[in-house]
């Protein structure tokens, strides 16, 4: 079949000419814009930090950036090992700081569990937890459910209110704000620049924290789509561990994908859905191709247009009310987003 905009040829880079772009104009933009000596990388494990990290050592060297593993209490495994086999493989000094002490102090896990008891009562130590998301791709509201695992791993679901579902988030978000306040210190001490690893699904849809980990000196991957940073990973030669990783958002007790928590679908899908809908193609021409049905894309794309809207605040600084006189010259076209 022969189609107007072929999404998956649309979505394909080369690998070697896109990183090779990225690390330069990251080099500029440290150089003669934000006129710091190197960056800061927190790496979690997964595939956006990784190639952050990479491209960072490509700009500057692995003398001049600093790597972070910031786990708490909460944190897979998999992701300090695979933070610190890239730290390693990448030959960049990191350093590992427990946040979970932090959040228990601030009040993270209370606020949170109290939330999740106005649910399920009986919720308590030795359970775990995680949200997931439904009604994006058949049209609906998208309503969020709490899954809670006794400690004998039965698990119990439950659909949230409004109020118990942003406490939730709310205090969770704890966890990004805690991670960014270490990475500004250490950049401070070092006069680094804080590198940002959302990738361009995120930072269209708004999946940050805002003054969390949406907050940056620089974002040098939010152009490019998640599966064009699996392919720069892969250009990269970053460890197969990492390259083959599964998007997840580490930020609950139980494994939870990206796509159960905030997106409609996996992350391959979603690439062709969000391309499409910026495209203006047609849900009868992308369907196919995303392996959906027009209806169901239709709805797709009313939810890409919904979190747009609905996260567009994340993206802005804090507003004044009156025009404030000898503004800064504007970030210099080379800043990217």
């Given at each position: 079949?022969?189609?107007?905009?072929?999404?998956?040829?649309?979505?394909?880079?080369?690998?070697?000419?896109?990183?090779?772009s990225v690390a330069e104009r990251l080099r500029v933009v440290l150089r003669d814009h934000l006129r710091r000596r190197g960056l800061v990388v927190a790496m979690s494990g997964g595939i956006d930090s990784s190639v952050c990290a990479a491209l960072?050592?490509?700009?500057?060297?692995?003398?001049?950036?600093?790597?972070?593993?910031?786990?708490?209490?909460?944190?897979?495994?998999?992701?300090?090992?695979?933070?610190?086999?890239?730290?390693?493989?990448?030959?960049?000094?990191?350093?590992?700081?427990?946040?979970?002490?932090?959040?228990?102090?601030?009040?993270?896990?209370?606020?949170?569990?109290?939330?999740?008891?106005?649910?399920?009562?009986?919720?308590?130590?030795?359970?775990?937890?995680?949200?997931?998301?439904?009604?994006?791709?058949?049209?609906?509201?998208?309503?969020?459910?709490?899954?809670?695992?006794?400690?004998?791993?039965?698990?119990?679901?439950?659909?949230?209110?409004?109020?118990?579902?942003?406490?939730?988030?709310?205090?969770?978000?704890?966890?990004?704000?805690?991670?960014?306040?270490?990475?500004?210190?250490?950049?401070?001490?070092?006069?680094?620049?804080?590198?940002?690893?959302?990738?361009?699904?995120?930072?269209?849809?708004?999946?940050?924290?805002?003054?969390?980990?949406?907050?940056a000196d620089v974002k040098p991957i939010a152009h490019l789509f998640k599966s064009q940073v699996y392919a720069i990973a892969r250009q990269l030669r970053l460890p197969s561990e990492i390259c083959g990783a599964v998007p997840t958002t580490d930020?609950?007790?139980?494994?939870?994908?990206?796509?159960?928590?905030?997106?409609?679908?996996?992350?391959?899908?979603?690439?062709?859905?969000?391309?499409?809908?910026?495209?203006?193609?047609?849900?009868?021409?992308?369907?196919?191709?995303?392996?959906?049905?027009?209806?169901?894309?239709?709805?797709?794309?009313?939810?890409?247009?919904?979190?747009?809207?609905?996260?567009?605040?994340?993206?802005?600084?804090?507003?004044?009310?009156?025009?404030?006189?000898?503004?800064?010259?504007?970030?210099?076209?080379?800043?990217?987003?």
């Open positions: 079949m022969c189609v107007a905009v072929d999404l998956k040829k649309a979505l394909a880079i080369d690998p070697a000419t896109a990183a090779a960072a050592v490509a700009a500057v060297g692995s003398s001049r950036v600093l790597g972070l593993l910031l786990p708490e209490h909460e944190s897979s495994d998999d992701s300090g090992r695979r933070g610190k086999l890239l730290a390693e493989h990448l030959g960049i000094e990191y350093l590992s700081v427990d946040i979970g002490p932090a959040l228990d102090a601030l009040g993270c896990y209370r606020w949170r569990d109290d939330a999740i008891r106005a649910t399920i009562p009986e919720y308590g130590p030795g359970w775990k937890n995680k949200i997931v998301i439904e009604g994006g791709t058949a049209g609906r509201v998208n309503v969020h459910k709490i899954v809670a695992e006794r400690p004998d791993g039965v698990r119990i679901e439950h659909r949230l209110d409004v109020r118990n579902y942003l406490q939730v988030v709310a205090a969770t978000n704890f966890k990004q704000r805690v991670r960014k306040t270490i990475e500004y210190f250490h950049a401070d001490r070092l006069n680094y620049a804080v590198v940002g690893t959302p990738n361009r699904l995120e930072y269209d849809q708004g999946f940050f924290v805002k003054n969390g980990d949406g907050s930020t609950y007790s139980l494994s939870q994908g990206q796509d159960e928590f905030y997106f409609a679908l996996p992350y391959a899908q979603m690439d062709l859905a969000l391309l499409g809908q910026t495209l203006g193609v047609s849900a009868e021409e992308a369907a196919p191709q995303i392996g959906l049905t027009a209806e169901q894309v239709r709805f797709v794309y009313q939810d890409v247009e919904a979190k747009r809207r609905a996260t567009a605040m994340l993206h802005w600084p804090g507003l004044t009310l009156e025009k404030v006189l000898g503004p800064l010259p504007p970030p210099s076209s080379s800043s990217g987003s």
